[in-house]
Structure formats: structure tokens, C-alpha cells
């Protein structure tokens, strides 16, 4: 298997494909605004690094940190220096996932269970981190004669200690709450507020004035501790959001007109726009791919 050196390049190719790609980053990729994307990501920290936005919640980023997102969470690298920052990410089709999963054996699971505010975040050992590498390198290394059959089998043994090791932190933890000291950088009480209550009224009308009114700040207080603290802008952060519940419930069957009520868009044009923008195709035809 190629080793890509991209993120895009990487998600590009996991669609094109229906498999799995695998991207090395060694130096700084400009990292993209809030985003959501078709497939599972799997972001494994060699270095460290700052922080992840996931959804509404921060985490800190160390190294051997593993990070499990899905199609519907929206992401985002913040607080970003000019620092090397070396990862490894692997995008990874939905569809293929399930297709190697068994009656016994569901290596969907980590990506599809999101009961109880789980975390995103694993922080894996040493022992552990070196046989996550080993499965990668084994992966990369693949040539020639039956270079499938070693490929697949790798990723299913990765997968399979990465179903583990997330259900034994379903079991024996309670629901994390997101991380509060990140590493060099004061965490913001507002914005971690802010940030719940766009969550628990997405569906509703949110606009800037509202959040100001809402925390008794300033509109131009409000937008920058948010920027400072996510990357990014509330209007944007509040339209991936709402694209990834749109998403959501177009896979489970939902009319676009059903998702475009409760995704929280002012109106349908807005809502058609966004959508096509963020995903690349309609939400009809998204809703006929999910489906079929």
C-alpha cells in the first residue's frame, strides 16, 4: 500500500476506493477549517501536539494519542504552531468496515458507539503503540504476490485491537468529560459553555447577538474568544455542525426536508448550499447514495 503524505489525498483515495488509505505526515499540512468527511478517520499522534476540536469537546493532544471519529463529528486541529507536528491518519470506507465485520465480531463498533458521551481519545501505551505501528508498517510494506490478503488482514487485526482496547475504556471509565488543562494553553470555562449551549439548540435559530445576549458579552468579545480557543468562527462551526446532523439523518433514512428542518438551517437555500459545499454532492443525492 501507498503511503500518502496527505490528508485530502488520503480521504480522496478511501472513496475512490472503498477501502482504506493511509497518510504519514512528517511536516506541517495546512489544517483544514471545521470539516466533516464520508469516511471514518483514525488519527494517531506521534509527536503530540495541541489540541483537537471534536463535536463540542476539546482534547488535549500527547504523543502515542489515538484519536476514533466518524462520518457525522465534525473536526478540527486547533491551536497549531510552527512546530513539527508527525501523525498518522487513516481514512477508512464505512461500507468496507462493516463488510469484515462478523456475527460474533463488530469492528464498526468503535466508530458507531456514541452513547453515554464517550471519548474520542485513547492514550495508548507503549506496548500498545508499538503494535499499532506494527500493523501500519506491515500495511506499507505489503508487496507484490498476496499483497491484498496481508493488507486486509493487518487492517483487521489493527481494528480489532482497537475495538478492544475502546470497549475496555467503555468499561471501566465513566464518560469523560473533555480534557480542561491542555498542555501550554489555558482552557477557556466560556467557550466550553458557549460550545454546550449551540449543541443543546442547534435545531433552533443561534446567532451571534443571541450567544451575546445568552453569556452577557460582547458580540466582538464573544467572536474572539471563540476563534481564539477553536480555529474558527461560530457561523462556521455552528454550519459543520449542522451538516453533520443533516448527514445523520439522511443515512438513517430521513427525508432531506425532514433534515433540513431539524439540522437547524434558517432556510432551505442556505441549507442546500452548505450542503453541497461541505459534502460535494445535493442532499437529495446524498440521500438516494445512503439509500442504495
Not at 510494506?141 to 475496555?168: C, P, R, V, W
Not at 466550553?192 to 445568552?214: C, Q, V
Amino acid at each position: 500500500m501507498e503511503e500518502l503524505t496527505s490528508c485530502r489525498q488520503a480521504i480522496e483515495n478511501c472513496l475512490a476506493t472503498h477501502t482504506f488509505s493511509i497518510a504519514h505526515l512528517y511536516k506541517e499540512e495546512k489544517a483544514m477549517d471545521m470539516h466533516i468527511h464520508d469516511c471514518y478517520e483514525l488519527y494517531y499522534s506521534i509527536s503530540g501536539g495541541r489540541q483537537f476540536l471534536i463535536d463540542n469537546r476539546f482534547y488535549s493532544i500527547a504523543s502515542g494519542d489515538l484519536f476514533i471519529i466518524n462520518q457525522y463529528e465534525s473536526h478540527k486541529l486547533t491551536q497549531i504552531d510552527s512546530c513539527v507536528h508527525e501523525r498518522i491518519v487513516l481514512s477508512i470506507h464505512p461500507e468496507y468496515v462493516k463488510t469484515l465485520s462478523t456475527a460474533e465480531t463488530d469492528l464498526d463498533y468503535c466508530f458507531s458507539h456514541r452513547e453515554g458521551g464517550i471519548s474520542h481519545k485513547l492514550s495508548l501505551s507503549k506496548e500498545q503503540q508499538k503494535r499499532f505501528l506494527y500493523f501500519v508498517g506491515k500495511m506499507l510494506s505489503a508487496k507484490g504476490y498476496a499483497h491484498d490478503i496481508i493488507e486486509q488482514a493487518a487492517f483487521m487485526e489493527l481494528l480489532s485491537l482497537i475495538n478492544y482496547l475502546f470497549k475496555t475504556s467503555c468499561r471501566r471509565q465513566p464518560a469523560k468529560t473533555p480534557d480542561k488543562e491542555l498542555s501550554g494553553y489555558k482552557y477557556n470555562r466560556q467557550v466550553d459553555d458557549i460550545l454546550s449551549y449551540i449543541n443543546r439548540n442547534i435545531s433552533a435559530p443561534i446567532t451571534i447577538d443571541t450567544l451575546a445576549g445568552e453569556f452577557f458579552l460582547s458580540e466582538s468579545y464573544i467572536c474572539r474568544i471563540f476563534k481564539s480557543a477553536t480555529g474558527t468562527t461560530i457561523n462556521k462551526y455552528i454550519t459543520a455542525r449542522r451538516i453533520s446532523i443533516a448527514k445523520a439523518l439522511l443515512n438513517e433514512g430521513a427525508g432531506v426536508g425532514e433534515a433540513f428542518e431539524k439540522s437547524g438551517f434558517a432556510d432551505y437555500s442556505n441549507f442546500f448550499k452548505a450542503f453541497t459545499k461541505a459534502v460535494g454532492i445535493s442532499p437529495k443525492k446524498y440521500a438516494g447514495l445512503s439509500v442504495s
